[in-house]
């Protein structure tokens, strides 16, 4: 998986698989409200590589945010996504 500037790849398939309720303690599952994401532009030294380094990682990380666990599955994910991971 390619990666401009990164040492560390988070690739669709990571945030994808993410689970935001896997790492809270249980007496505050009932308060997480919403997901969010990241980028950091310092690593992208060309304007041009922002929509591989956004997509399809912002459409993963949403549908981490409202599809529970049990019902995720990252081919029928591939597949609404035009089969494309760049």
């Not at 994401?37 to 409202?66: N, Q």
Request: aromatic share 12%.
């Amino acid at each position: 998986w390619w990666s401009p500037g990164m040492d560390t790849v988070v690739t669709p398939e990571i945030c994808y698989a993410y689970d935001p309720n896997s790492d809270w303690p249980e007496e505050y599952k009932s308060k997480l409200i919403g997901v969010q994401g990241c980028l950091w532009g310092e690593h992208i030294h060309d304007p041009k590589t922002r929509p591989h380094m956004m997509f399809p990682r912002l459409s993963a990380i949403a549908e981490t945010g409202w599809t529970p666990a049990a019902n995720k599955n990252f081919a029928r994910f591939i597949h609404l996504c035009g089969g494309q991971l760049t």
